[in-house]
């Protein structure tokens, strides 16, 4: 029997606990500093906004831990000697491990901004993060938000939540349009100036100005004008939590380095979830962070087989992602916007400008789907995507892709339609009973 040791508690280090313990009767010990229960990171801004509390984001009960013989240590991990096989923790314990896990989650960008270290400026990432935020917010006029993600637009509806005018620097040209096509971009974009926000695109942050106090004042942006703010989030990305490993033997480049099978350098030392950078061999192309849930939960449950007797590799399948940007919900599945050769694009948008639905194809098969204010099913779209289906092929059955067909109006007809439009001579073969809706969208 083995004692594996995981540094964090996020979706990653206990998935990875969770189905160890399912395979073996190892010991396992999970450290962490941020909070005593792994929690849903994703839920934080609802507990800010009073949809839930604290509790309600532990996908645990706490009996969990001690039935499924999981030890939960709340300290932080500082030094790992991989020599001794020991980690160093700040309280002073030092614990031996058979297989260390490193699982250290994320950190939020800074980039030597003058004054970004001011008190009322922070980042969104952590419990202690949300806490500072809700000190932080106490009676602020005026806020700024600097970075277009989807972390930012998380805090501008919180903020939104309780009144607090929000003026939001986005570097890029639309909203988040290094990953959104041009389109969905732009519905962004106007979504969130009609939530109130006074979002200022292609403009960057300067500096943070300091008050008598030392609390932030106002910032300069890049287009030298000064805007007068009490609180100020810095939400232009993360980045790997690794610091405490740079005196170790294990690799580091912006993440830990980890093949595959999500082994880094050095034996019985792993690491998966948004610390780690997959190396990909290919030197055309650059190697691969996962900041993502679903990521990370998929990497916990490979390395526990790994760790248990099979080696087994990751492989991320086909791309998903979902979100919401205030009111409207955005999915992805397969590739968008990766601009692959000989793809097009079927882009229907409703007249509304807050639903659209992007079907990405090329002459073999569809390869991608966007979907704002509508909900497509991931297993449908999944489906579709692994089995190559041409575009003809999906959009006949397309109606079936919708997740709550009976509560909203149906947008395919109109979607096929479009598609005829555009090229004339083809006529999809539709589904029975379909076509009724055509009509009010042609
Ligand atoms: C506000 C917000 C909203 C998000 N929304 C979404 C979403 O909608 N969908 C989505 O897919 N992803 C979302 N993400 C990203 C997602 O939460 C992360 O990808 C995921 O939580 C990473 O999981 P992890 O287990 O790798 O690390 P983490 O969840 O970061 O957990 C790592 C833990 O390790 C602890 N730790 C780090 N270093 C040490 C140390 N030296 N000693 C002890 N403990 C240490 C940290 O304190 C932390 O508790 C969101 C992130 C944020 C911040």
Same mark, same amino acid.
């Given at each position: 029997m083995s004692h594996v040791l995981i540094i964090g508690n996020g979706i990653a280090g206990v998935t990875a606990a969770r189905h160890i313990r399912k395979l073996s009767d190892d010991d396992i010990t999970i450290i962490s500093g941020e909070t005593e229960y792994f929690y849903s990171r994703p839920a934080l801004m609802y507990i800010y906004m009073g949809h839930m509390t604290f509790d309600h984001t532990k996908p645990h009960e706490d009996w969990f831990w001690e039935k499924n013989r999981i030890a939960r240590l709340r300290d932080y991990v500082t030094r790992v000697d991989t020599e001794s096989k020991k980690v160093e923790l700040l309280s002073g314990i030092v614990m031996p491990y058979d297989v260390l896990i490193i699982a250290s989650g994320s950190a939020s960008n800074k980039f030597g901004w003058p004054g970004q270290d001011l008190r009322g400026v922070q980042g969104l990432y952590s419990m202690q993060d949300l806490e500072l935020m809700e000190q932080n917010t106490q009676d602020v006029e005026h806020a700024v938000i600097v970075g277009g993600g989807l972390i930012g637009i998380e805090v501008a509806e919180m903020l939104d939540s309780r009144s607090i005018p929000v003026s939001f620097l986005v570097?890029?040209?639309?909203?988040w349009d290094n990953v959104l096509p041009a389109e969905e971009a732009a519905m962004v974009s106007r979504h969130v100036r009609e939530h109130g926000v006074d979002l200022r695109l292609q403009t960057e942050l300067k500096e943070i100005l300091p008050d008598a106090n030392g609390r932030v004042r106002a910032v300069r942006s890049n287009q030298d004008e000064e805007i007068a703010c009490q609180f100020v989030a810095l939400t232009a990305g993360v980045h790997p939590n690794?610091?405490?490993?740079?005196?170790?033997?294990v690799d580091c480049n912006r993440g830990v380095l980890v093949n595959d099978y999500l082994e880094t350098n050095v034996a019985d030392v792993y690491a998966i979830g948004d610390c780690a950078e997959i190396i990909v061999p290919d030197p055309e192309k650059r190697n691969r962070i996962e900041q993502l849930w679903y990521t990370g939960k998929m990497h916990g449950e490979v390395v526990a087989h790994t760790i248990c007797g099979t080696r087994s590799k990751y492989e991320r399948g086909i791309l998903f992602n979902s979100a919401k940007f205030f009111d409207i919900e955005y999915h992805t599945y397969g590739?968008? #916007? !990766?601009?692959?050769?000989?793809e097009k694009n079927l882009y229907w948008e409703h007249p509304d400008g807050k639903r659209s639905i992007r079907i990405v194809y090329n002459d073999k098969a569809v390869i991608g789907f966007n979907t704002m204010g509508i909900r497509y099913r991931h297993s449908t779209c999944e489906r579709w995507l692994r089995e190559e289906r041409p575009i003809d092929y999906v959009l006949a059955h397309l109606?079936?892709? #919708? !997740?709550?067909p009976e509560f909203y109006e149906l947008c395919e007809p109109a979607v096929l339609n479009l598609f005829e439009q555009q090229n004339p001579g083809i006529t999809i073969a539709k589904r029975k009973g379909r076509g009724i809706l055509s009509s009010i969208f042609a």
């Open positions: 570097r890029e040209k639309e909203y690794i610091d405490f490993l740079r005196s170790s033997a590739l968008v #916007n !990766f601009n692959t050769p000989g109606d079936q892709a #919708n !997740f709550d």
